[in-house]
């Protein structure tokens, strides 16, 4: 079990026992356990099985939390938290996610009304129930009203990065079973979109449907939807994510892969491709139409070479040119996490982030890159104690300190993401800016401009001689925040006319630029940074999410700058003024 898992399932109790009206000193055990695990950087699960070391040596980790831990690490599940989901249904914690719904009012309810899901919680409100408790009123209907039509907008989808932690231990469960040789993921996961509706799991092996049954017995399942002879579908976690699990015979490994890794339209353009060339197209292969010959099926290298084609990467399969492109031979040759020389975006323990400099630089390092930059954030981003002039001066002088030690193994570049203020302005003097050596802009606030007025901000930041690159472009939080509006062609145009490069922001929660975006500005001249924005070491390893979106953009390791080599990186980023 990982530590994000554990630390979830403790901060999921904490809410419960709130909703249950413990004791508060409890509860906040839980919480600091939670937040403690959260940013730990070793496994928990690891200490735990260690003899010689104890748990209750992590600060905010006391005796109770130690035998909770021990027992989820034996059986995926504690005492406090089973007789907590006796009381509650596991959806009372959907009902926290609704905004004007603290914990004593959801007791409140369900003591009175013993509801378990949204629905029920809508048709009590539209039918003026609430206002009989005790502190509810008419007002509050209606804002919860409001919020559960808020709510059901932002669900139906999940983020990449929970779809695939969720794929990894339901693929570790399906694997475990005799019989089961390979678990991959298709569907959406596969072609890397940022947001996933539901997880499709191909199972083969010589006895792959032996898995369906223990895995509709997964602790996590919370529904089984559908269970067949070579498929089950289930709702998982608390946040019901549906994974369609279907077992395949080895022999139609390929075909079933290029049928249900999609996307559809992609699907239907190489349906139809097969079609006019005499074939016929399922999950169980490519057939001639005239017979039942089959021609390809076994891998999908071979379905598409069946078909005129080379094999199609699933990030381009999209039905977006990327048939054309493959039938004239030009596919692009896409970036790959491998080239990434450094990481460019990311933050210390001087503004918001967990972890100093030497640390991050440590992970960076241990990763197998060349050079780091440390960009905190500016003084404009209060709350995050950001850097006025003199600190940004000081820093750039100690990161030439360091570099002319070498201490660190590693090149360090000083950098700084500077906050684009409401009128387009940089947040910080151009002087202290020059000390620097890369400098992102960032919009932070004022999202809510028009689109002009947007634009002309955005604008008037690219004037700036010292901005190296736009960060996190358009400002878009997955499944919270829609991107600002602004005329993108228009500021990627002079992005391009002044050398500011735009970049991929690889934190999960963002995924900005995406790829369509992407491809619009390559096609524009623009070049392209990919960075984590890490605010601990462990969000290094986000750069996989960025390159994925990259590869969706159909960039390739010339338009992303990071894939430069340490000194040609720095002639680089010195060439601009
Ligand atoms: P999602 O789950 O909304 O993130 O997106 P996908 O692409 O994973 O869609 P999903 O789960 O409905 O289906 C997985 C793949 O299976 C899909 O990309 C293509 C294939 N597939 C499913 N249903 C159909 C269909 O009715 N026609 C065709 N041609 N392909 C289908
Ligand atoms: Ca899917
Ligand atoms: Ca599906
Ligand atoms: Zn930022």
Known sequence: MENKEIARLLSETADLMEIAGEDSFRIRSYRNAASAIDGYPERIADILRDPERKVTDIPGIGKGIAGALHELAARGSFERRDEMLEKFPPTALEFLKIQGLGPKSIRLIWEHYRISTIDELERLCKEEKLRVLPRMGAKLEEKVLRSIAQYRQRTGRYLLSYAETIAAEAGALLRAVGGVEAVTPAGSLRRGRETVGDLDLLVTGPDATAALGPFAKWGKVQEVLALGENKV????????????????????????????????????????????????????????ADGNTRVAGETEEGVYHALGLPWIPPELRENTGEIEAAE????????????????????????????????????????????????????????????????????????????????????????????????????????????????IGSVHSHMHQESAEMT??????????????????????????????????????????????????????????????????????????????????K?????????????RGWLGPADVMNTLAADAFARAIQAKS
């Open 233 to 288: 579908s289930a709702r998982v976690g608390y946040e019901g994510l549906q994974v369609d699990v279907r077992t395949l015979p080895v022999d139609t490994f390929g075909a079933a892969m290029q049928y249900f890794t999609g996307s559809k339209d992609h699907n239907v353009a190489i349906r139809t491709r097969a079609v006019r060339m005499g074939f016929k197209l399922s999950e169980y292969g490519l057939f001639r």
């Open 328 to 439: 004239e031979g030009r596919l692009p040759e896409l970036v790959e996490l491998e080239q990434i020389r450094g990481d460019i975006h990311m933050h210390t323990t001087e503004t918001d982030g967990r972890a100093s400099l030497e640390e991050m630089a440590a992970a960076a390092r241990e990763r197998g890159y060349q050079y780091v930059a440390i960009t905190d954030h500016s003084k404009a981003l209060a709350m995050a104690n950001g850097l006025d002039e003199k600190r940004v001066v000081e820093f750039a002088r100690r990161v030439r300190e360091l570099n002319r030690e070498g201490a660190l193994g590693i090149r360090v570049f000083s950098g700084l993401e500077c906050d684009i203020l409401k009128d387009g302005s940089l947040d910080l003097a151009h002087d202290a800016l020059a000390e620097l050596d890369f400098v």
């Open 456 to 537: 002309n901000r955005l604008l008037r930041a690219l004037e700036c001689p010292h901005l190296r690159a736009l960060g996190h472009p358009t400002g878009r939080l997955l499944l919270q925040r829609d991107a600002f509006p602004f005329d993108f062609e228009r500021v990627v145009t002079e992005a391009v006319r002044r050398g500011v490069w735009l970049e991929i922001n690889a934190s999960p929660e963002r995924l900005d630029l995406h790829g369509t975006l992407i491809r619009t500005a390559k096609a524009r001249g623009a070049k392209f940074t990919i960075a984590t924005d890490a605010h601990h070491p």
């Open 539 to 551: 969000h290094l390893a986000n750069m996989r999410y960025g390159i994925l979106t990259a590869r």
